[in-house]
């Protein structure tokens, strides 16, 4: 039954408590950003429109791969063989000198290196805020990705996780205003943080001394201090250098090493801190190391604020 | 609302969920109207007694989590926003699509000041006068999108009489 009027003050009641709990919500989401599950559940009732906005893409490169013709993939499989040959003999050298490394480096009693476990996700072709730089990816949870964890691709460092969903993950791009990333200079050992600018062709380094050894078209590569990013993976060539004596420090730009906006591809990386779980063996040791991963992952989130995400202002 | 117009609601919020992270051209992303606020002021107003607040506070987070913004952001705009259609509905079902388009302007406007102050506590406001083209665009579109909705709510569905 329907009335020419509807019931006014019940309405507006309504209005209030939601408003109130919006405010609530983003506090907490601000504050403490313990509303995961939340996000999670929501995230299950987005995910076939997102879908459905990914399939026609998909559908092309699935298409491209089916219907290219006999000819086009012979030669394809014999260029990547090439490649894979050539790689191959790079990757014997860097074989030994790794091996050298690590003896060194008992030599000298210093902390081993460890190795890192990969995982390629790819990018769902959906847009995100405008002004923000986002990028959803087609792995979740569900693949043990949690927050904070950096992604890379073939060219350098992309960026870094900051949602889990089930079956997908949303990750910020080094571009973001409201990201920053610790860097060091290959050639110099020069440390330094590099801000996002909302731009994706250049990063910021900030609070860089006028005495400070630095020339362009030297390489930025992760320094892994604050413990997010893995050490030595390339993240920015300098491409301006900006020395205006009446500043206190020189303007320097970057650009990312890495293709921020023409990437398909991403790997994920499991550092160190974080060993990559399979949660598809499931025993108990499993879940117990898996809470104890993401009890570690919380850790790190509180313990280190001023390193990536939020360092805006 | 009834079973077949629930279907036509549903179907048009999906899709306009879809419109709100389908890939477009770079120049194109500012202009993107704000779909789903649209199409939620269409059901508030011509079915406001089951398009309610809840309804558009449950869109509004959905928003948030599909932009990566912070929750509650695109949901305090929209609960006010359709409060706002709600209690007016009735004069707002009367005026011409002109006038109707123009009201519009300032309820996406609203929101997208919302949306501003929010993100502008939160520490990221966008410096850009362009943040309030989906206004200009939504308002411009609105009569296509009456018009194209009104079809698929009859044709899907049956009008709600009162």
Redesign the interface.
């Given at each position: 039954m329907q009335t020419l009027f509807l019931r006014g003050p019940a309405v507006t009641l309504r209005m209030i408590i939601l408003v109130i709990l919006s405010i609530i919500l983003m506090t907490a989401d601000h504050r403490w950003q313990h509303l995961d599950t939340v996000r999670n559940t929501l995230s299950y009732l987005l995910y076939p429109v997102e879908y459905v906005v990914d399939l026609p893409i998909r559908l092309y490169y699935w298409g491209q791969e089916n219907l290219s013709a006999h000819q086009t993939l012979l030669q394809e499989n014999q260029h990547l063989k090439d490649m894979q040959l050539q790689s191959r003999v790079q990757l014997q050298k860097l074989d030994i000198l790794e091996k050298e490394n690590e003896r060194l480096r008992q030599l000298l009693s210093a902390t081993p290196k460890t190795p890192e476990d990969h995982l390629i996700a790819e990018i769902v072709a959906v847009d995100v805020d405008p002004y923000r730089h986002f990028i959803v990816l087609n792995k979740g949870a569900k693949y043990g990705v949690y927050r904070g964890q950096p992604i890379i691709d073939a060219h350098g460092v992309m960026g870094q996780i900051v949602y889990v969903n089930a079956m997908t993950s949303t990750a910020m791009l080094i571009s973001d205003v409201s990201h920053a990333i610790p860097v060091q200079i290959d050639r110099t050992g020069l440390r330094s943080v590099a801000f996002g600018t909302g731009q994706t062709d250049y990063l910021d380094l900030r609070h860089i001394p006028h005495n400070a050894d630095i020339q362009v078209g030297d390489k930025l590569i992760s320094s892994g201090l604050g413990e997010r990013f893995p050490r030595n993976y390339p993240v920015a060539t300098i491409t301006r250098i900006d020395r205006d004596t009446g500043e206190t420090f020189v303007d320097v730009r970057a650009e990312p090493l890495a293709q921020l906006d023409t990437s398909r591809e991403v790997l994920l990386v499991w550092t160190q801190r974080h060993q990559h779980s399979t949660p598809e063996i499931e025993s108990v040791d499993e879940e117990i190391e898996q809470q104890a991963v993401e009890a570690s992952t919380e850790e790190s989130v509180e313990q280190a604020p001023e390193e990536a995400v939020d360092a805006s202002e | 609302m009834r079973a077949s117009n629930f279907k036509a609601a549903s179907l048009t919020i999906?899709v306009a969920?879809?419109l709100a992270?389908?890939?477009?051209p770079d120049w194109a992303?500012?202009f993107?109207p704000d779909w789903v606020t649209l199409a939620m002021i269409y059901w508030a107003m011509t079915s406001?007694?089951k398009t309610?607040?809840?309804l558009a506070?449950m869109a509004?987070?959905?928003l948030d989590?599909?932009?990566?913004?912070?929750?509650?952001?695109n949901?305090?705009g929209l609960?006010?926003v359709i409060?706002i259609v709600?209690?007016q509905h009735q004069r707002l079902r009367v005026a011409s699509l002109l006038q109707q388009a123009i009201v519009i302007f300032f309820l996406l406007l609203l929101k997208q000041l919302i949306v501003l102050w929010?993100?502008g506590i939160?520490?990221?406001a966008?410096h850009t006068w362009l943040?309030f083209m989906p206004c200009v665009t939504g308002a411009l579109l609105w009569p296509w999108i009456y018009i194209i909705m009104r079809d698929i709510q009859r044709k899907i569905g049956y009008s709600?009489t009162?």
């Open positions: - | 999906f969920f879809m992270i389908i890939p477009l992303i500012e993107r406001p007694a309610g607040v809840t506070w509004g987070l959905m989590v599909s932009h990566g913004a912070i929750l509650g952001q949901a305090l609960v006010l409060y709600h209690i929010v993100s939160v520490g990221h966008p943040f709600t009162y």
